[in-house]
């Protein structure tokens, strides 16, 4: 599985952005995704998943509210939409993929466990 992420930049608090990841995968349709960050001089983050098919997502505390995740199966590629932006949110943003294990495809997405990485893109918001 490759991923790769882009649609990083700089925006001002208050912005708006939206993240891609591409995927190179076979079956992308069997995983859920997620997209974590990690800001200077800090640990890696959860930020949202999403299942496998598209109908459940699940989104950090923080972010709830102001960033949505979606998914194309046909494109395999998940995007997040980021409003709201706060300076807070800076950080490198990376998509994540792990197979989804249950048998119900809109099963609720986990936020641990991802298996691979993308490269990450760099999020930066100006106050």
């Known amino acids: 599985v490759q991923l790769q992420a882009y649609g990083g930049g700089l925006v001002q608090a208050g912005g708006s952005l939206r993240l891609s990841c591409a995927a190179s995968?076979?079956?992308?349709?069997?995983?859920?995704m997620g997209w974590f960050r990690q800001a200077p001089g800090k640990e890696r983050e959860f930020v949202s998943a999403i299942s496998r098919d598209g109908r459940s997502a699940l989104y950090a505390d923080s972010v709830k509210g102001r960033f949505t995740m979606s998914r194309d199966n046909a494109k395999n590629t998940v995007s997040l939409q980021m409003d709201t932006l706060k300076p807070e949110d800076t950080a490198v943003y990376y998509c994540a993929a792990k197979i989804s294990l249950s048998p119900i495809p809109w099963s609720r997405p986990s936020d641990s466990g991802y298996s691979y990485w993308g490269q990450g893109t760099l999020v930066t918001v100006s106050s």
């Open positions: 995968v076979r079956t992308f349709s069997a995983y859920d």
